[in-house]
């Protein structure tokens, strides 16, 4: 059934994605974005500068590395690009970045931004530290607002507006490196603060494909930013027809949000499973590519006072991912004004990670992060607009 459903749902899915197209990367005066652009479209881009197509191509090498590599904003600093030309790019092109509305540190590291874009709307980016190393991991939102409706989640609250242009996607990283003055990209497996990408935020990831895996390809290139696709990971609430193209085109890590065991609770908390129920989704987590051992998938299961958090739950949980190389990372919710739902008690965490630790399943409990600074997804943007509208 999977393999007739996959082909044309994926491209359903594609269609109504294109309904939600960023607007044009272009500023008021008419000068075109550079970030965001695929190789072969920035040579392309770049024609109206040069004398003919080889050029194009020598210049898109030289202006990928000052873009991506450098972190450079600024044409006259290149260098390796001779006065004029520079002065030929600047009145066509910029190198933008989303601009910070927001910037709030947490006591425990944690730094939260909003962005805002180019139309005004806004998204959320969080820098989340590793404890232990030197390193951490950039939340990046992918959506304005999401179409699915999760009942635990803040931005299912707000209807969908728009998806991210691959260039905002990969913006956001890039203005959390300009934040962090990590460029140059470091070369290879050497320490940097902002070590892995983990697509987690605002939005539904694999309902606006075609942007996100743009913007994670620039981000995996090796002659620019450079990160491994074992140091980028994609949340996914399931969207099953999208889930194998991931695998295949991009190989990034694929984390799962299950949050239930039973088709029941899961219509309920996560209404995508009535359209791809929990058999399909983790028959699709079954076939993704390179899960082993060293790349296991990650489950991410929230968990909700008395609704999700029993031992029967857990002991389900385990025979339903019998087999498949997994984690499951337990989230106390993180509730938000309004919500439904309170956190579980550490006790009934605790009980329940023994016994899917127990079943050989590494069980990390997540701590809350960020409290202080609203860090569940999507408060600060619904924070800002009601500030608008009180000042209105
Ligand atoms: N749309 C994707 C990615 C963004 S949500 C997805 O659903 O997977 C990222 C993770 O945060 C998901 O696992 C989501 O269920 C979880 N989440 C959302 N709201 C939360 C809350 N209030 N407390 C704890 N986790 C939450
Ligand atoms: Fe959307 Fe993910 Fe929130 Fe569900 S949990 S509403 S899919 S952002």
């Not at 959506?143 to 991210?164: D, I, K």
């Not at 990831?205 to 450079?226: C, F, H, K, S, T």
């Not at 082993?292 to 991410?300: L, Q």
């Amino acid at each position: 059934m999977t393999a007739t459903l996959t082909p044309a749902e994926a491209a359903r899915i594609e269609a109504k994605s294109a309904l939600f197209a960023p607007p044009p990367a272009v500023e008021p005066d008419g000068r075109r974005d550079l970030v965001g652009l695929p190789r072969d479209q920035l040579a392309e881009a770049l024609l109206v500068v040069c004398a003919d197509e080889r050029e194009a191509r020598l210049r898109a090498k030289q202006l990928w590395h000052w873009i991506y590599h450098q972190g450079c904003r600024d044409f006259a600093r290149m260098s390796t690009i001779a006065k004029p030309m520079q002065a030929r790019l600047a009145d066509h092109f910029v190198i933008g970045r989303p601009e910070a509305r927001t910037d709030q540190r947490s006591a425990d590291g944690t730094r939260k931004w909003l962005f805002r874009f180019r139309d005004g709307q806004e998204a959320e980016t969080v820098y989340i530290p590793d404890r232990e190393e030197d390193r951490g991991s950039v939340c990046l939102s992918s959506q304005v607002g999401c179409t699915l409706t999760c009942r635990f989640c803040h931005t299912g609250t707000q209807t969908l507006v728009r998806n991210l242009g691959a260039g905002e996607i990969v913006g956001q990283f890039m203005a959390a490196r300009d934040a962090y003055g990590e460029w140059p990209s470091p070369k290879g497996e050497a320490p940097r603060l902002l070590s892995n990408i983990v697509l987690m935020g605002m939005g539904e990831p694999l309902y606006n494909y075609e942007n996100v895996a743009q913007a994670m390809r620039i981000a995996m290139d090796g002659e620019g930013i450079g990160l491994s696709r074992r140091r980028i990971t994609l949340s996914t609430s399931g969207v099953v027809p999208m889930m194998d193209r991931c695998g295949a085109e991009l190989g990034v890590n694929l984390a799962v949000s299950l949050h239930a065991v039973r088709d029941e609770l899961r219509d309920e908390l996560v209404p995508l499973n009535r359209k791809y129920p929990l058999a399909m989704l983790l028959e699709a987590c079954r076939r993704y590519p390179g899960a082993s051992n060293a790349r296991r998938i990650t489950f991410e299961y929230v968990m909700l006072k008395g609704v999700n958090d029993s031992e029967a739950d857990a002991r389900e949980l385990v025979r339903l991912i019998h087999g498949i190389p997994a984690k499951v990372n337990l989230i106390p919710f993180n509730p938000w004004p309004g919500s439904r739902f309170e956190t579980s008690p550490a006790s009934a965490i605790r009980r329940f990670a023994e016994i899917v630790m127990a079943a050989g399943y590494a069980s990390p409990i997540r701590s809350p992060r960020g409290r202080d600074i609203l860090a569940a997804c999507g408060q600060l943007r619904t924070a800002s607009q009601r500030a608008r509208r009180a000042a209105a």
